[in-house]
Nanobody, 129 residues
Framework: QVQLVESGGGLVQAGGSLRLSCAAS????????MGWFRQAPGKEREIVAA????????YYADSVKGRFTISGDNAKNTVYLQMNSLKPEDTAVYYC??????????????????????WGQGTQVTVSS
């Protein structure tokens, strides 16, 4: 079984920064994309950022463009999310996700939950005003 584990969440003042990390464990696999989603209480899970390893394509939600940066290591199935200039509306549980390479080549950066098969348990990010 594949497990993804997030870390780096916590409490921060508005305008502050956090860096989230996600690492895979369990059986070996290869991914062709990894991403970050978030979910606030009573709301649907939404895309934050994603990276497709081939071509170095990235995707960012409009709400985080210019503030968040996704990076990772394909060989290690790891992904990071640097979050700067945090706002109270960024408060949510953040999840990392991975798309296994066995699903085949894609020509877009996946930004939908159904594009991903492996998920972490989530890490809480709380931004106070």
């Amino acid at each position: 079984q594949v497990q993804l584990v997030e870390s780096g969440g916590g409490l921060v003042q508005a305008g502050g920064s956090l860096r989230l990390s996600c690492a895979a464990s369990g059986r070996a696999f290869s991914s062709n994309a990894m991403g970050w989603f978030r979910q606030a209480p009573g709301k649907e899970r939404e895309i934050v950022a994603a990276s497709r390893w081939s071509g170095g394509s990235t995707y960012y939600a409009d709400s985080v463009k210019g503030r968040f940066t996704i990076s990772g290591d394909n060989a290690k199935n790891t992904v990071y999310l640097q979050m700067n200039s945090l706002k109270p509306e960024d408060t949510a549980v953040y999840y990392c996700a991975a798309r296994p390479g066995v699903r085949g080549i894609i020509m877009y950066t996946p930004s939908r939950p159904r594009d991903y098969d492996y998920w972490g348990q989530g890490t809480q990010v709380t931004v106070s005003s």
